[in-house]
């Protein structure tokens, strides 16, 4: 039996939750789920160009992990792009850190960003 997944931290959730190809209904689409760590991880490495280490802290978590919470949001991106498939950032083992609260937890689909 795995052990239970460490949330991993993340700034905050989505601006958006969906993503998808202008002029298609979203009920003729394919769709690709990015989990919200997975979007936070795109964030601090692609958007603040963030090295792994330096972004595997902010998200408490090992820089290996990184590395794989990293490659599976960039496949998920990767392939919605190319193949013209709709993105819905949802779900994920995610904690919201609160500055006076502790850490607000979201675990598989009980986050913010559920679609």
């Known amino acids: 039996m795995p052990r ?7 700034r905050g959730g989505p601006m958006s939750n969906v993503f998808k ?11 690709m789920v990015l ?3 997975g979007l936070e991880a795109l964030r601090l490495n692609d958007l603040e160009k963030l090295d792994q ?5 902010r ?6 992990t990184f ?15 190319v193949m013209g498939k709709m993105i819905r950032i949802h779900g994920g083992a995610y904690a919201l850190p609160g500055a006076d609260r502790g850490c607000r937890r979201a675990d598989k689909g009980y986050g913010r960003g559920r679609g």
């Open 67 to 81: 590395g794989r919470v990293l490659a599976e949001a960039r496949g998920v991106v990767a392939e919605a792009l």
């Open 21 to 31: 190809p202008k002029g298609i209904p979203a009920i003729d689409l394919e769709e």
């Open 4 to 10: 239970p997944r460490k949330p991993r931290f993340v």
């Open 59 to 64: 998200m408490n978590i090992s820089r290996q």
């Open 53 to 57: 280490e330096t972004a595997a802290g």
């Open 35 to 37: 989990a919200v760590e």
